[in-house]
């Protein structure tokens, strides 16, 4: 079946940076985006970019510009996702989404990746 | 950004009760509003899409309405599955952005 599975959690220490990542089955991998969209308690649901796997093309949401990366390896249907100079405010939980076309909807969506950012 | 507001906050119902959650945009996003549920550990789940349209395996109680500024979600008759947040999410312009969500809890 059509999933995508992200990687574990995380505990970081504020400064640092993390990498989450996410493998698509079930489906041919470049023809669908991967977003990430994030979910804190306080902020809810953000959006945070999109990749075309089959280009590589990326969109980044202005917030996270500057700090966010995201990438993937065909060979492996894997998306990667990279946060920099992590902060408290940055503890979420992570989830890759997929969409068809971007901006859309985002109609699978991965299991999300806790990552606690603490000193 | 736009903004997107929903009410209310937090419904009490029981099963077998309608449901009608309110989704407001701060400015038009034409039909281009998604609804999802979520549950307690869960990603969120597509329910609707382009403001009416149902997603793939999505119940028939479930049903979307409106335009522009202003979208319900309906449920016709509450299951037990169905207590969870419900979020709004538009696509229209950059950034996509959800609304806060609102909690149908039981009763």
């Known amino acids: 079946q059509v999933q995508l599975a992200q990687s574990g959690a995380e505990v970081k220490k504020p400064g640092a940076s993390v990498r989450v990542s996410c493998k698509a089955s079930?489906?041919?991998?470049?023809?669908?985006?991967i977003n990430w969209v994030r979910q804190t308690t306080g902020q809810g649901l953000e959006w945070m970019g999109w990749?075309?796997?089959?280009?590589?093309?990326?969109g980044y949401a202005q917030k996270f510009q500057g700090r966010v990366s995201m990438t993937r390896n065909t060979s492996i249907t894997t998306a990667y996702m990279e946060v920099s100079s992590l902060r408290s405010d940055d503890t979420a939980v992570y989830y890759c989404?997929?969409?068809?076309?971007?901006?859309?909807?985002?109609?699978?969506w991965g299991q999300g990746t806790l990552v606690i950012v603490a000193s | 950004e736009i903004v997107l507001t929903q009410s209310p906050a937090t419904l009490s119902l029981s099963p077998g009760e309608r449901v009608t959650l309110s989704c407001r945009a701060s400015?038009?996003?034409?039909?281009?509003l998604a609804w999802y549920q979520q549950k307690p550990g869960q990603p969120p789940r597509l329910l609707i899409y382009?403001?009416?349209n149902r997603a793939t395996g999505i119940p028939a109680r479930f049903s979307g309405s409106g335009s522009a500024t202003h979208f319900i979600l309906t449920i016709s008759s509450l299951e037990p599955e169905d207590f969870a947040v419900y979020y709004c999410?538009?696509?229209?312009?950059?950034?996509?952005?959800f609304g806060p969500g609102t909690k149908v809890e039981i009763k």
């Open positions: 999410q538009q696509r229209s312009v950059w950034p996509v952005t």
């Open positions: 400015q038009s996003v034409s039909s281009y």
């Open positions: 382009e403001a009416s």
């Open positions: 079930g489906y041919t991998f470049s023809s669908y985006e």
């Open positions: 990749m075309n796997p089959h280009s590589g093309n990326t």
């Open positions: 989404a997929r969409s068809l076309g971007s901006p859309a909807w985002f109609d699978i």
